[in-house]
């Protein structure tokens, strides 16, 4: 064991130097890796529009990023798991339900999986789904309001990475679990992993109208590592598949014990006959215990609900529905072809990438052509589910997606390139050097029915020489790529924010005509909601002091508020009477220990100030809105928590 440990530990150290010194040519600035028809390429000039939408995941920074291709211009960040100063989302007393879950509030999280709704397996741009990996939830934003509509929590998962996939039509959204873990939670020795540990792989229902989110089932699987996972399509409809690493079950030094096994697995999970089965009465409920928040529109305000059990399935309860797929090599990324048919296991410590059939899995079951079984669950034989292998393509694949004509694109983070190939023949057609190593790649539908195949984005994990240098710290950098013609042209270079695991891009078509512009005022049902000037008032109630408030260029209304004493709570409670597209206004008080808000035209948002010292306060408005945004603020008095001032509130001395 030993002797294959080091040899093990020497070829890792071997890769690592592969990935810190292959590909230093960025610097190579005079070989003309630009010319200038690929500049016009990405040029989107003054005032024109871009032609597809790219949503970023943020990863440790918990949220997403919304940039423009070709331009690679960054339009928004949609705060989503983590506290969020620059709108006040996670501080502002309707929006800190958001970010509730089993263990309190978290205010923070690592978004990793980016996945825009379907209907037929085509990007439909209703929403868009992304997966919190550290306390694992799953988040969807209005893709009319840009906004972080729910998120769910999901229990008897840890490290939720196989996420946040979609069925065909969004039946769907799935979350598998990386760490297996005990079920239920329960204080036990962590050597006793094996055997003992599980891992749940959770179908997420959506609801067709309002996209809310349920869990419907949980599939307890053995304990392995649950990495990622796709959709079938087409003919596989009906099935998702998901790789596994650690099939050994280490429950330590998982880089060299997780990889003993010359193969691990693909885990076909045919969930139709799992929802049947659960239809009909089956699987067990069992106590559970995990947050679903609401945002609720209309209201502007959201709530959050603790659920109390989730539903579980056997996999062997259900003949016929889970079978595993054997493949090499601790295979990381689980991509389907957009006909269905191919399964790419993308093996990260293998130097050839397998793909399999749907078809050929389909005729080995029926043929029940089984190679033993884990804990119950059938093995296929490898040889009977192969369609191909993709030969010496690069070295440590990790994702694959496609153009929609007959291609596939897979990254190689330790080769450090974009390897194109074809669908059928197997043969590799053109690879690209990437600046460096790397992860993930998207292409706007890769990953459904219908791509979109004119750019490919790389996300590169590192990014080293390839910007000013700004401390030991830099943002990973993104790559364009023209992918219209035969061979693949790198077009151009671009600082993402956090670190964007995955992205999940649209035709602007599909979303720019429906962008909300502004809330209808009339519409505004939030409780403190405030619709025309004349309701403005301060109210107390015990230590509690509410401040209804409202907002127009360029004044508050009120402006001067006495009364207010030490002690007191202090909820302002603003609506934004603007009705124009783009005049936000904000809110900022001196000393509160949260955030300012950003409040949207039409929108209640509200923010709790607890003074802690007498006097006369100023708050202001944030955003420069008029040529009188410097004139926008106003005065607070702040009075001993013994003194009788009375509550009273004025605009313009009245
Ligand atoms: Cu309102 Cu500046």
């Not at 969930?271 to 049947?276: A, L, M, R």
């Not at 059938?378 to 694949?397: N, R, Y």
Request: charged share 20%; net charge negative.
């Amino acid at each position: 064991m030993k002797t294959c440990k080091f040899q093990l530990l020497s070829l890792f150290g071997a890769l690592m130097l592969l990935t810190s010194c292959g590909n230093n040519n960025g610097k190579n600035k005079s070989s003309g890796a630009l010319n200038s028809s690929n500049a016009e390429k990405v040029y989107v000039a003054p005032g024109e529009h871009d032609e597809f939408y790219a949503f970023l995941s943020g990863g440790y920074s918990g949220n997403v990023t919304v940039y423009g291709l070709p331009s690679g211009r960054m339009f928004k960040e949609i705060p989503v798991f983590s506290q969020f100063p620059t709108s006040g989302y996670g501080y502002s007393e309707e929006t800190k339900p958001m970010l509730e879950t089993s263990h309190g509030f978290v205010p923070w999280d690592d978004s990793h999986h980016p996945e825009i709704s379907l209907t037929n397996g085509e990007l439909d741009g209703r929403w868009l789904f992304i997966n919190g990996n550290n306390t694992p939830r799953i988040a969807r934003i209005s893709l009319t309001t840009f906004e972080t509509e729910e998120i769910i929590e999901v229990p008897n998962s840890a490290g939720n990475h196989s996420s946040s996939f979609l069925t065909e039509n969004s039946e769907y959204v799935v979350a598998g679990t990386r760490f297996s873990v005990p079920i239920p939670q329960r204080d036990m020795p962590i050597n006793e992993y094996k055997g003992n540990f599980q891992g749940a792989l959770s179908f997420i229902s959506v609801d067709p109208e309002h996209g809310h989110m349920d869990i419907k089932f949980q599939i307890i699987m053995p304990g392995f590592n649950y990495d990622l996972s796709h959709p079938g399509r087409g003919k596989s409809h009906g099935w998702f598949f998901f790789t596994t690493y650690n099939t050994e079950e280490a429950n330590s030094l998982q880089e060299v014990f997780a990889s003993q096994n010359d193969k691990d697995f693909i885990a076909a999970i045919n969930w139709k006959k799992v929802e049947e089965y659960v239809n009909n009465g089956g699987g067990t409920k069992v106590p559970a215990k995990y947050a679903h928040n609401v945002y609720d529109e209309s209201t502007h305000t959201a709530t959050s609900t603790m659920k109390k059990e989730v539903l579980t399935v056997n996999p062997l309860d259900v003949p016929g529905a889970v079978f595993f797929l054997p493949t090499p090599k601790s295979p990381h990324g689980c991509d389907v072809d957009p006909t269905g048919n191919y399964i790419i296991g993308n093996g990260k410590l293998s130097a050839d990438l397998t793909v399999h059939s749907f078809d050929n899995m389909i005729a080995a079951i029926e043929g029940e052509k089984f190679d033993g079984e884990a804990y119950g669950i059938p093995i296929l034989k490898f040889e009977d589910v192969l369609a191909g292998t993709v030969k010496s393509s690069g070295l440590g694949p990790l994702h694959t997606e496609f153009d929609g004509k007959g291609n596939a694109y897979t990254t190689f983070f330790i080769t450090s390139e974009v390897v194109k190939w074809k669908l059928g023949t197997w043969e590799v057609i053109d690879r690209k050097p990437t600046y460096y190593s790397v992860g993930h790649l998207m292409i706007p539908g890769g990953n459904s029915r219908k791509p979109f195949g004119k750019y490919l984005v790389a996300l590169n994990k590192i990014t080293k020489d390839r910007y000013l240098p700004v401390g030991p710290e830099t943002e990973h950098s993104a790559q364009l790529y023209d992918i219209s013609g035969e061979k693949m042209e790198l077009l151009s270079d671009f600082p993402t924010h956090g670190e964007p695991h995955y992205a999940a891009g649209i035709p602007t078509e599909l979303l720019a005509p429906k962008a909300k512009k502004i809330y209808r005022l009339d519409e505004n049902k939030h409780p403190y909601a405030v619709t025309s000037p004349d309701q403005a008032r301060v109210e107390r109630k015990g230590n509690e002091v509410h401040i209804y408030m409202s907002t127009i260029r360029s004044h508050f209304t009120p402006d001067n508020i006495e009364g207010v004493k030490v002690g007191d709570k202090v909820y302002f409670h603003i609506t934004n009477h603007e009705q124009d597209f783009d005049v936000p206004h904000g809110f900022a008080m001196i000393g509160q220990n949260s955030s300012e808000l950003l409040i949207m035209p039409g929108q209640t948002k509200s923010s709790l100030w607890e003074p802690k010292q007498v006097g006369v306060w100023p708050f202001y408005c944030t955003d420069f809105c008029s040529a009188l945004h410097q004139e926008m603020q106003g005065y607070v008095r702040v009075s001993p928590a013994k003194s009788n001032i009375e509550l009273s509130w004025s605009l313009g001395g009245d």
